[in-house]
């Protein structure tokens, strides 16, 4: 069996998002989540359920503690919030797949300011496929 893992978990657009950045104990993906369509309960107490083809990732991560302002910065531009096309290691097919998602509020814990420079937290990300 060949191994396809190319070395990074999450590309944007085209480009590579540094692992480096990436608390990699903190990266989660639900991978391939089914979707339904009018599922219901029967008169039986059964589900019965419409899967659509069409399924969902979610993935979660964290970046590293202490990022710099600048850091910070260019981790932001890989992400268009509204709808980001991203590539992402896959565990359940074990291969790449690709998909539009959108990102989730994230928040900002800031652990030290200086005069010219502002230090974070670890950043906590949620991309969701559409």
């Not at 059964?46 to 969902?56: A, G, Q, S, Y």
């Not at 790449?96 to 974070?120: L, R």
Request: with cysteine.
């Amino acid at each position: 069996m060949s191994n396809k893992f190319k070395g990074y978990l999450l590309k944007v657009g085209s480009t590579i998002f540094p692992n480096d950045y990436i608390s990699l104990e903190s990266w989660g993906s639900k991978p391939d989540q089914r979707t339904d369509e009018d599922s219901y309960t029967d008169g039986n107490g059964e589900l019965v359920r419409n899967i659509l083809p069409h399924t969902r990732t979610s993935i979660t991560f964290e970046t590293i503690d202490g990022l710099h302002l600048d850091e910070k910065i260019e981790v932001q531009s890989f992400i268009n919030r509204n709808n980001t096309t991203c590539e992402y290691w896959n565990d359940e097919i074990n291969d790449y797949k690709q998909g539009k998602f959108y990102v989730a509020d994230p928040e900002f814990p800031i652990k030290n300011v200086t005069d010219d420079d502002i230090i974070y937290g670890k950043i906590k990300f949620e991309i969701i496929e559409y």
